[in-house]
Structure formats: structure tokens, C-alpha cells
């Protein structure tokens, strides 16, 4: 056997019985079966597994108070965004609602301002646009900005 199969055996005796399929199962116990090194490892590990499993774990009161207010201010902190999620998922249908019924009311005042200042029909035109389109991309570019700000906050 080379030696990163050795490498793999022991990586599967490292890992839970439960967690292995039925061939990684079978390839370890006709492994550990031929070789002596590596079933003396898996009986060393198995010994280790059982001692730390007999050292009793008592939890200071100042630990166990400081993960509950961890926890607790991670589940406000979760519920906080899903209120906002769902904020953000009924904002979306009023704006989709809200531009489809002002739309064509903000192209007929623009259609009637260019013509009463005498603009050829291209610059009302562009000029919808612009009015219409930029305030969403500097939203847009600023949210960006935001998330990407956010992003670099929490990896820090």
C-alpha cells in the first residue's frame, strides 16, 4: 500500500462510523485486517475517543450565561432580518405596481412639457429617461456599495 492510501485509512478512522458509507466501512475493516500499523492507530485513536469521553465537562456560570446572551442576540439579530426580508419582499410588487401606473402618467407630462417648450421629441424623450432610469442606478450603485461595505465588515 502507498502511503496516501494509509492517509486515507486513517482520515476514515478519524471519521465517525456513522458518517461513512457502507464501501468506505468495508475498506476500512479489510484494511485495518492486513495491516498492523494502522490497526494498532485505530485502536489508539478508539482509546483517546474513550478517555475524553470520560473526562466530566462542567460549564463556569459566566460561560454559560455569555452563550445565552450570544444566542439570544443572534435569534433577535435572525428575526430582525427576516422581518426586514419580508419588508423587502412586499416593497418589490408595490414598486413593480407603482411604476406600471405611473409610468405612462410621467411619459404623457413629459410628452406634454416638451411639447409647450417646443423640445424636439428626442431630448423629452432622453429626458424621461434620465429622470425615469438614474435615480434607480444611483440606488442601485449605493446598495451595491453598501452590501460589498457589509461583506468586508463581517469577514474582518
Known amino acids: 500500500m502507498t502511503q496516501s492510501?494509509?492517509?486515507?485509512?486513517?482520515?476514515?478512522?478519524?471519521?465517525?462510523?456513522?458518517?461513512?458509507?457502507?464501501?468506505?466501512?468495508?475498506?476500512?475493516?479489510?484494511?485495518?485486517?492486513d495491516c498492523g500499523p494502522?490497526?494498532?492507530?485505530?485502536?489508539?485513536?478508539?482509546?483517546?475517543v474513550r478517555s475524553l469521553r470520560g473526562i466530566p465537562v462542567a460549564a463556569d456560570s459566566s460561560l454559560v450565561f455569555n452563550t445565552q446572551?450570544?444566542?439570544?442576540?443572534?435569534?433577535?439579530?435572525?428575526?430582525?432580518?427576516?422581518?426586514?426580508?419580508?419588508?423587502?419582499?412586499?416593497a418589490?410588487?408595490?414598486?413593480?405596481?407603482?411604476?406600471?401606473i405611473t409610468t405612462p402618467l410621467a411619459w404623457r407630462?413629459?410628452?406634454?412639457?416638451?411639447t409647450y417648450a417646443g423640445l424636439s421629441r428626442l431630448l423629452w424623450q432622453v429626458g424621461f429617461a434620465f429622470y425615469w432610469i438614474v435615480p434607480a442606478l444611483l440606488v442601485s450603485v449605493v446598495l451595491l456599495l453598501r452590501g460589498t461595505h457589509l461583506a468586508h465588515r463581517e469577514h474582518s
Open 92 to 100: 418589490c410588487p408595490s414598486v413593480g405596481l407603482s411604476a406600471a
Open 109 to 114: 407630462a413629459f410628452q406634454w412639457m416638451g
Open 5 to 33: 492510501s494509509h492517509q486515507e485509512i486513517r482520515r476514515l478512522i478519524a471519521t465517525s462510523a456513522d458518517d461513512l458509507s457502507q464501501a468506505q466501512q468495508a475498506l476500512l475493516h479489510a484494511h485495518l485486517q
Open 38 to 48: 494502522c490497526r494498532d492507530y485505530a485502536a489508539a485513536t478508539a482509546e483517546i
Open 69 to 90: 446572551a450570544r444566542v439570544r442576540a443572534r435569534g433577535f439579530a435572525l428575526r430582525q432580518r427576516q422581518q426586514w426580508l419580508t419588508l423587502v419582499a412586499l
